[in-house]
């Protein structure tokens, strides 16, 4: 019922023409045995999901992003039920045709946090904050190594070296301006990332955007996308945190980490930043600002500092 989608072309053609994906999705409910259920689509995120009814979530995922389905089932089926923070319950998983993948999951219960959190109190924020930084500590104590099999990077020093060989053309690609880009390279050879961290398994897009909190008291009710999950160094995760939890205010930033149980030097987070596979300077500035002072360093103290 789905056609095969391999390239960017059939990607933009087809994902989002309901009058394509709909058909696709109820014909894998009915096999699923959830025939008649009602699907309502999710405005946001990269892949198609669907709600299912009350109960379930749907997640639909072409041929071009087929593994980031086997990630996403394998790493929600190992952490079931091991964080603080409710993570949805695979039901089932697997191939469906054409190459695509599909994981039903449970629905998890909350708003979604980014929507809420102008509505939260600073109390409450900071409850909520030191309880990212608990289950950031328990995902990360996890041993990865029953997922090395589907996921990557594997050499992280080779990781680190591929990204920082197109660091500058993926900034100058968002629009970077000049006085920004020249200043990359040297930055990064000034702050040395190990090589060979401790394996973590990492979420990589801890964002408020990905949590779901109860409104009655803004309590965590849920973490969810894990399809870009991969196993490095820990330190990478907080890019995410950085900007898009504690959003570059300080004392947020000391609370999390005090919670999570260490700390990490802001330039080695600018550099991660740098580094990131879908890092975008640009966009965090816009929404974050930038120090009048316009050095990497001074932009890593404001978005990534503790005092």
Not at 73 to 78: A, D, F
Not at 159 to 183: C, I, K, M, N, T
Not at 222 to 231: H, R
Request: glycine content about 10%; some cysteine.
């Amino acid at each position: 019922m789905l056609p095969l989608v391999e390239t960017d072309e059939e990607w933009d053609a087809i994902v989002p023409d309901e009058t394509v994906m709909r058909p696709g999705a109820e014909d894998l409910c009915a096999r699923l045995g959830l025939a008649g259920a009602p699907l309502t689509r999710f405005p946001d995120g990269s892949q198609p999901v669907y709600a299912v009814g009350e109960e379930h979530v749907l997640k639909l995922f072409p041929a071009a992003a087929a593994q980031d389905g086997v990630a996403e089932g394998r790493v929600l089926s190992y952490i079931d039920g091991r964080l603080p923070v409710p993570t949805p319950r695979v039901r089932d998983f697997g191939a469906y045709e054409n190459g695509w993948q599909y994981v039903l999951m449970s629905r998890l219960r909350g708003e979604n946090l980014a929507r809420s959190w102008g509505n939260v109190s600073r109390a409450d924020r900071e409850r909520l904050v030191a309880d990212t930084g608990e289950a950031l500590a328990v995902l990360h104590s996890l041993d990865p190594d029953p997922l090395g099999d589907v996921l990557g990077p594997g050499d992280w020093g080779a990781f680190l070296d591929r990204r920082a060989d197109g660091a500058v053309e993926q900034q100058r690609g968002h629009g970077l301006s000049p006085a920004w880009l020249e200043q990359i390279p040297d930055f990064l050879a000034a702050t040395p990332l190990r090589r060979t961290p401790p394996r973590s398994l990492l979420h990589t897009e801890v964002m408020q955007q990905h949590f779901l909190v109860d409104p009655d008291g803004w309590r965590l009710t849920g973490l969810f996308d894990f399809e870009p999950a991969m196993i490095g160094d820990r330190a990478y995760d907080f890019v995410g945190v950085g900007l898009f939890v504690t959003r570059g205010d300080p004392d947020l930033l000391a609370r999390l980490t005090k919670s999570y149980g260490r700390t990490f030097e802001p330039a080695e987070l600018l550099a991660y930043t740098l580094l990131h596979v879908y890092s975008n300077l640009p966009w965090y500035m816009r929404e974050l600002g930038a120090p009048a002072e316009g050095t990497l360093s001074s932009l890593a103290q404001a978005w990534f500092g503790t005092v």
